[in-house]
């Protein structure tokens, strides 16, 4: 029994011997990096001072933009108040075409269509081949109608002879639509009647003429100022009973039609 004590005791002592050996080498390599550390501490503050360096060099950069914004919206209005007149002074108003032309009355005056001193003539086209031009006529329209007035519309594309007589009077030969005649003498296009509307000056050349029942149409055409010919029933021709043919009947036109005998007398 005492043998084997003493053989236990040897045995473990190597390896006693082996773990103190262990943990004086790990405790003298932790005290050497300790010393280490504390003797040459690392640049905490250079790893530091670096991000807030370029923190501080970009906030300087955006007071830079700002103060350059600033300076711009500054800058403007001092720019344009100077252009401003004061309020003393009158400052020019603005001059439209249909205000100086009224101011004489008309806008050409030596443009006249004879006979219709007293109506308003509109020369235009049911067509809507040009969608414009169809629909300024179209506006043209409901501003007559608005006013409750009877207005002699001349549509050229029912009635070829119309277009030849406002090339005549115009003395053009592409003419523009619609054209508006009032009290004979001529007045212009859309333009200038909207333009008159807008402003008032158009209800004032109108207040002489007599105003229609709201909601009137004419029983005999419908506001469409044709009707078909009486005389050919619209076929354009009519049989001649001395010569045993047929002929060409000139009280219509070449659609057949005749002016609306109930609106248009």
């Known amino acids: 029994m005492a043998e084997s004590g003493k053989n236990k005791t040897k045995s473990s002592s190597p390896s006693s011997g082996f773990l103190n050996r262990s943990f004086t080498m790990h405790a003298s390599m ?37 103060k350059k914004l600033r300076s711009l919206f500054e800058s403007k209005p001092s720019s344009s108040s100077s252009t401003l007149p004061s309020p003393k002074e009158s400052s020019p108003k603005p001059v439209l075409r249909p205000t100086k032309s009224i101011g004489s009355g008309f806008i050409n005056p030596t443009i006249r269509l004879p006979g219709t001193e007293d109506r308003i003539v509109v020369y235009l086209t049911s067509l809507r081949g040009i969608r414009r031009t169809f629909e300024d006529c179209y506006a043209v329209k ?75 149409a004419c029983n005999a055409c419908g506001d469409v100022r044709f009707v078909p010919c ?21 009280e219509c036109n070449e659609n057949g039609l005749i002016r609306c005998p109930g609106c248009c007398d």
């Open 142 to 216: 409901m501003i007559f109608r608005g006013f409750r007035l009877w207005v002699d519309e001349r549509d050229i594309s029912m009635d070829a002879a119309y277009k030849k007589e406002l090339q005549n009077i115009l003395k053009v030969k592409n003419v523009t639509l619609p054209q508006v005649f009032i009290k004979g003498k001529y007045i212009g296009g859309a333009d200038v009647i909207k333009s008159m509307f807008e402003m008032g000056e158009l209800a004032k050349i109108l207040d002489d003429f007599p105003r229609r029942q709201p909601g009137f």
């Open 30 to 66: 932790a005290e050497s990096k300790v010393h280490l550390f504390f003797k040459n501490p690392p640049p905490l503050s250079h790893n530091r001072a670096a991000p807030l360096s370029k923190f501080h060099n970009s906030m300087d950069s955006v007071k830079g933009k700002v």
């Open 230 to 250: 009486g005389n050919c029933s619209g076929s354009r021709k009519v049989f001649d009973d001395d010569e045993g043919s047929l002929k060409r009947c000139f």
